[in-house]
């Protein structure tokens, strides 16, 4: 189910050929094309339709957006939106890791959750925590990888076109005071 230590952040072997960056304005029609795939895939958002860029910069925190370049070309992004309005829990964020179908299997999502974490280590947020599909085994992986835990299942959580799913609550403290 996890740890109740803090796990190590994350491995280091990650792929020479992704270059992972802040996201820029003209990244965006990349990001929502790979939103829009992760879509259709099923199993990885409640969303049925990409939300308007404006929405997703208004929720996403501005200095943890990041993309990831394959070749100059935007294989997969990452952001971080805070959990609640509420100052006790400023440091408190929602992930998601989204790699664009043409670029899965080649470490991206690795580079992308490294620089999360690793961000989030030295900036202002002490808990990152993502609900997953069960189904999405890559994703959960790749979390626990990354040093984030199982906190629990959430069964019948909500409705997906029509049908109730269930969805893994993951987390990661920072290890720093």
């Given at each position: 189910m996890g740890m109740l230590a803090p796990r190590p952040c994350c491995p280091d072997n990650l792929?020479?050929?992704?270059?992972?960056?802040a996201l820029h304005a003209a990244d965006w029609p990349a990001v929502r094309r790979i939103y829009a795939e992760g879509i259709a895939m099923g199993h990885a958002t409640f969303e049925t339709q990409v939300p308007p860029r404006t929405t997703?910069?208004?929720?996403?925190?501005?200095?943890h957006r990041w993309v990831a370049e394959i070749d100059g070309e935007v294989a997969g992004w990452a952001a971080a939106c805070p959990v609640s309005?509420?100052?006790c829990y400023a440091g408190v964020a929602e992930?998601?890791?989204?790699?664009?179908?043409?670029?899965r299997g080649r470490g991206v999502g690795r580079a992308l959750l490294h620089k999360q974490v690793?961000?989030?280590?030295?900036?202002d947020l002490w808990t990152l925590q993502t609900?997953?599909?069960p189904e999405n085994r890559a994703s959960l992986t790749l979390h626990h990888a990354a040093g984030f835990r199982t906190v629990g299942v959430r069964e019948r959580i909500a409705?997906?076109?029509?049908?109730?799913r269930d969805t893994v609550?993951?987390?990661?403290?920072?290890?720093l005071d």
């Amino acid at each position: 189910m996890g740890m109740l230590a803090p796990r190590p952040c994350c491995p280091d072997n990650l792929p020479a050929d992704v270059r992972v960056r802040a996201l820029h304005a003209a990244d965006w029609p990349a990001v929502r094309r790979i939103y829009a795939e992760g879509i259709a895939m099923g199993h990885a958002t409640f969303e049925t339709q990409v939300p308007p860029r404006t929405t997703l910069e208004a929720k996403w925190l501005p200095e943890h957006r990041w993309v990831a370049e394959i070749d100059g070309e935007v294989a997969g992004w990452a952001a971080a939106c805070p959990v609640s309005a509420r100052e006790c829990y400023a440091g408190v964020a929602e992930t998601s890791v989204y790699v664009g179908c043409d670029f899965r299997g080649r470490g991206v999502g690795r580079a992308l959750l490294h620089k999360q974490v690793t961000a989030a280590d030295a900036g202002d947020l002490w808990t990152l925590q993502t609900s997953i599909f069960p189904e999405n085994r890559a994703s959960l992986t790749l979390h626990h990888a990354a040093g984030f835990r199982t906190v629990g299942v959430r069964e019948r959580i909500a409705q997906h076109h029509g049908v109730w799913r269930d969805t893994v609550l993951l987390e990661r403290r920072s290890p720093l005071d």
